[in-house]
């Protein structure tokens, strides 16, 4: 590859940093869409529904980040929406799939979220770039997903493992928190050693 493709390269990949609609930021939008269905579902007793909802937000999860890379349409408002819609499937099925006295995980999430958007917000500010999930988000996500779907499955689960769940949950939100936690302030700290500002 010499240089000037190089050049139309990097240029066609960065092309889509700042459009919005997108078919991936499309597909984050239908799964945000089928939070409701998927509540109204299972709230209905329509079980089988529920799970099939849930796949398919979980298919069109996977589908919409094989196409942001392969396609070069990832976008930074994408990188953004992609958690959120997530986050809240997941936070709305632990509300219907929890007993009440077990609430208290959302809280957890909440926690979670509300201070790595913040870290985000902050390394956003100083470097001017939306840094993509790490694997261990992913592992999260994948395994919150994966438990829900079983509790979903057997609803008429004994109250011992769903407690048991909501600690495997909690222990991953955990661990994720602290893994973001450290990368966000790592890229805090290297870049307000090389800001001109902080430097003088």
């Known amino acids: 590859m010499n240089e000037e493709q ?4 990097e240029l066609a990949q960065s092309a889509d940093t700042d459009r919005i609609f997108t078919l991936p930021n499309l597909l984050s939008f239908f799964r945000l869409a ?14 089988g529904w ?26 930074d408002f994408g990188k953004a929406l992609d958690p959120v819609a ?8 632990l509300l ?3 007993p009440t006295k077990l609430w208290w995980v959302v809280g957890v999430m909440a926690f979670k979220e509300f ?20 694997w261990y988000g992913k592992l999260c996500t994948v395994v919150i997903y994966a438990s829900l779907l079983v509790l979903m499955l057997w609803h008429t689960a004994p109250s ?3 407690v048991a769940d909501v600690v495997l949950i909690t222990g991953l939100i955990l661990l ?9 302030t790592g890229i805090l700290r290297e870049a307000k050693l090389h800001d001109p500002k902080e430097a003088a």
Do not use: M, N
């Open 86 to 93: 997530d986050k809240l499937t997941q936070a709305a099925l």
């Open 176 to 184: 994720s928190f602290a893994k973001y936690f450290s990368y966000f």
């Open 115 to 134: 201070t790595i958007g913040f870290l985000t917000y902050r390394t956003l500010r100083k470097t001017g770039k939306v840094f993509s999930a790490g």
């Open 34 to 47: 089928l939070i409701p269905v998927i509540i109204y579902c299972y709230e209905a007793r329509l079980y």
């Open 160 to 162: 011992w493992f769903k």
């Open 50 to 75: 529920a799970v099939g909802t849930l796949i398919l937000s979980g298919a069109t999860d996977v589908i919409d980040g094989w196409i942001a890379r392969t396609f070069h349409l990832v976008s």
């Open 96 to 98: 219907c799939l929890l």
């Open 6 to 9: 190089r050049k139309q390269l």
